[in-house]
């Protein structure tokens, strides 16, 4: 089992940055891939980024390619998601995942996840 705990949403204004984190329970963090997804008003879950166990892979959506960068650090069972640059359309509730355990590789689909967070919520404004 996996308890997920996101933070650091909030609201900024159109081109400002924030970073999310997400803390892991357990002593296995390292054993899972990571990924974020986010999901607004009206639209299904999308995903955002992901992180292999070791952190040698990464892979993001095209809309946040070259502004998000995710990251982990598995001495502190935390994954994290620095967004810069970010866009009224960005707005949305942020989820992290954590994927099956001693999996190498990264996924961005939402059903290669099993433990999920309650979600931070992010609100860009124009």
């Known amino acids: 089992q996996v308890q997920l705990v996101e933070s650091g949403g909030g609201l900024v204004q159109a081109g400002g940055s924030l970073r999310l984190s997400c803390a892991a329970s357990?002593?296995?963090?390292?054993?899972?891939?990571m990924g974020w997804f986010r999901q607004a008003p009206g639209k299904e879950r999308e995903f955002v980024a992901a992180?292999?166990?070791?952190?040698?892979?990464?892979g993001y959506a095209g809309p946040v390619k070259g502004r998000f960068t995710i990251a982990r650090d598995n001495a502190k069972n935390t994954v994290y998601l620095q967004m810069n640059s970010l866009k009224p359309e960005d707005t949305a509730v942020y989820y992290c995942?954590?994927?099956?355990?001693?999996?190498?590789?990264?996924?961005?689909?939402?059903?290669?996840?099993?433990?999920w967070g309650q979600g931070t919520q992010v609100t860009v404004s124009s």
């Open positions: 995942a954590a994927g099956t355990a001693g999996s190498n590789s990264y996924y961005s689909g939402p059903a290669d996840y099993s433990y």
């Open positions: 357990g002593r296995t963090f390292s054993s899972y891939p």
């Open positions: 992180i292999s166990r070791s952190s040698a892979y990464a």
